[in-house]
């Protein structure tokens, strides 16, 4: 594979970023599986395949995991802009989310030492980054883990971005602290893969708070948001009402997945095309993507990581059951080349 000069790993990356991964981390991946069409399913499922092999040959010491939080470390009232869970230790899912996701709570490994210095080498570089201790982590990690590391045994180092909550990181702030993230890998000794968690374009029924009126459900879920941590448990009915309006909205609207859009971004990251994805804003990517698109502000900051070089998608499905698109971006062929 013949790669751009000016699409070259950071020096001092290019033996210590072993495996990179831009993944989607749609609900119905959860206990959802049945409900899309039998050759959707197959060929999400070879990608999964795919990438948990690749994933396997790479042999990473670390997976640095790049995150939403969903009001499961904070509230809509106290959201960083960044921020890093830094502990030999995380916990995850939260009981009430077990069947969901279809794994049980259980501890999952961290690396303190290696957060604490991202974290202080992005305080250094004028990166306001918020420290947490043990994270609670929910399918923005644990998805990926079931199906791309299923034995759950690397560390994983989350680094979380506020993606629901306006003013949101602009994505090339988010590319910079990714650029932030490569130099410090190039400092550390280990191997690490990055996985990217979130998007495509999707709508989950999480609520902005400037959306008026609100019906029964939406004030129940900004007031959840609101409370952030353990705002779930607190409305125990709040679990059952978010599937069936998830259902029904699958049932009803056409409107909940953007191909198109899909399309051009996997193609801007498959060609390492950085301007495209810079010029984007979270105004225009709500309006075009849903209030889930701006997760791909976490695939930006993987691409900062690596500097721009390009990826491959492994698989793109536009699932109407799950509301959203669903796909497996890899870096493999571009980092053997580097």
Avoid at 19 to 46: D, K, R, W, Y
Avoid at 72 to 99: C, K, R, T, W
Avoid at 102 to 109: E, F, G, T, V, Y
Avoid at 180 to 198: D, F, H, Q, T, Y
Wanted: with cysteine.
């Amino acid at each position: 594979m013949t790669i751009d000069t000016s699409q070259q790993l950071i020096a001092g990356t290019e033996s210590k970023i072993v495996a990179a991964f831009g993944m989607t981390h749609t609900p119905g991946l959860g206990n959802l599986l049945s409900l899309p069409p039998e050759g959707q399913v197959e060929n999400i499922l070879a990608g999964f395949d795919e990438a948990r092999s690749l994933l396997a040959r790479a042999q990473p010491d670390i997976i640095l995991a790049l995150v939403n939080d969903h009001f499961d470390m904070s509230s809509m009232d106290n959201m960083p802009a960044f921020s890093i869970s830094v502990a030999d230790q995380h916990y995850g899912p939260p009981a009430h989310l077990e069947d969901w996701i279809q794994l049980k709570r259980a501890p999952i490994a961290g690396h303190r030492d290696y957060a604490m210095t991202i974290l202080e080498s992005g305080i250094a570089a004028g990166f306001d980054i918020t420290r947490w201790g043990s994270a609670e982590l929910v399918h923005n990690v644990l998805l990926p883990m079931r199906f791309l590391r299923p034995e759950r045994d690397i560390p994983v180092v989350p680094i979380f971005t506020n993606c629901f909550v306006p003013p949101c990181p602009t994505l090339s702030r988010c590319f910079d602290l990714g650029q932030l993230l490569a130099r410090v890998i190039a400092k550390r000794p280990e191997k690490v893969a990055i996985i990217a968690s979130g998007g495509i374009s999707h709508w989950p029924p999480f609520v902005n708070e400037t959306d008026q009126p609100l019906d029964e459900f939406e004030q129940r879920m900004l007031e959840a948001q609101r409370a952030g941590p353990g705002g779930m448990t607190k409305d125990p009915e709040l679990s059952r009402m978010i599937a069936e309006r998830e259902m029904e909205m699958a049932a009803t609207r056409d409107d909940l997945i953007n191909v198109d859009w899909d399309r051009r971004v996997l193609n801007a990251l498959e060609r390492g095309d950085k301007e495209t994805l810079l010029s984007m804003n979270y105004e225009d990517i709500y309006r075009d993507a849903g209030n889930g698109g701006y997760e791909m502000a976490l695939w930006v900051m993987m691409m900062g990581a690596l500097n721009g070089i390009p990826g491959r998608t492994l698989f793109y499905e536009p699932v109407r059951e799950w509301m959203g698109g669903v796909s497996v971006l890899s870096y493999d062929k571009a980092l053997s080349a580097n």
